[in-house]
């Protein structure tokens, strides 16, 4: 070190009684953000300049960030969304000393461009319709509008709810979770039958024939002695045929919650490091700013869908 008489000395590198660059700080975020389990982080930091940054470090450095997270949280929607996912992740959480469940509910949609957004991400304490009622009328708070339709597996209280807030919207039920729903109650050895036959419901060329082919595969179902199956069938083939109001082009992009379920794979993924998480609001800013990452790569910058296509559609509806 210099031997100065009068002046301090002061590096180019660290500002004087800072122990850790800014850029150190913000690579430890990044790292417990990206997936990095905080005893990882611990290990980490350790190799590098040979004393351990505690759990407690980490928590506040995190904190840091938790207000500009929450200030994108609630920023206004702008512009239509012709179409809108939902879906809930369940978290485990520490309460009282013993761990409990406690839901994340988020909201994909898409814009009149094509693009995707994440519109919304809150806490829930389960997916009923309390939960689903407040998280909608967050999203309508904020300013979400003209959604043509919204996608999602059938919870019954997100179901009802969307009938408060949004009435003039159609509600598509998952095709992929209304599969599972008649996998329940069908035998192994005939799985790959009934698969081929429910597809088919979904391959014809308008409403009219798939809802001719659901009867045709109900009666046969009858026949294969798959009463349960059938019976599902029969209820719940009409919510998932609402995709074919819209244009053919957007069929395989609507009639599934897909694009959502990647994302929550992608959450699951991430907060499998962390197991229990102390309260619900650590659960939900970390699944707030992995989903405000996501936004920002390529994911929300590539155009998904052509809505030119939809726009005639609904001018072809007004003529007709």
Not at 2 to 16: G, Q
Not at 117 to 142: M, N, Q
Not at 185 to 197: H, T
Request: charge should be positive; glycine fraction near 6%; include cysteine.
């Amino acid at each position: 070190m210099p031997k100065l008489r009068v002046l301090p000395f002061e590096t180019a590198i660290i500002d004087r009684y800072r122990r850790r660059e800014s850029s150190v700080e913000e690579a430890l975020v990044e790292m417990y953000l990206a997936g990095v389990s905080v005893r990882r982080v611990e290990d980490i930091t350790e190799a590098l300049w040979g004393s351990k940054v505690s759990p407690g470090t980490i928590s506040n450095l995190n904190a840091r960030i938790y207000t500009t997270i929450e200030d994108w949280r609630q920023r206004p929607i702008e512009g239509e969304h012709p179409y809108v996912y939902l879906d809930g992740i369940a978290l485990k959480r520490s309460w009282g000393g013993e761990v409990r469940n406690v839901s994340v509910l988020v909201a994909v949609g898409v814009n009149r461009d094509g693009y995707r957004e994440i519109l919304g991400v809150a806490e829930g304490a389960r997916e009923d319709k309390e939960s689903w009622t407040s998280f909608l009328r967050y999203l309508k708070d904020r300013g979400l509008k003209e959604v043509g339709l919204f996608v999602s597996d059938k919870c019954i209280g997100l179901v009802e709810s969307l009938g408060l807030f949004y009435p003039d919207a159609l509600w598509q039920r998952c095709v992929v979770h209304f599969y599972r729903n008649v996998f329940t109650v069908v035998p192994k050895g005939k799985i790959k039958e009934v698969v081929a036959m429910l597809t088919a419901i979904h391959a014809q060329e308008d409403r009219k024939e798939a809802q001719k082919k659901a009867a045709t595969v109900v009666k046969k179902l009858q026949t294969m002695k798959l009463g349960r199956a059938a019976e599902t069938v029969n209820e719940g083939i009409d919510e998932t045929l609402s995709y074919y109001r819209f244009p053919r082009e957007h069929w395989r992009k609507i009639r599934t919650n897909n694009p959502l379920e990647r994302i929550m794979k992608e959450i699951r993924r991430r907060t499998r490091v962390v197991g229990s998480f102390p309260d619900g609001k650590s659960a939900l800013m970390l699944v707030a700013a992995r989903l405000r990452h996501i936004a920002g790569t390529k994911w929300g910058m590539s155009q998904y869908m052509k809505m030119d296509r939809l726009e005639e559609a609904a001018i072809e509806s007004f003529e007709a």
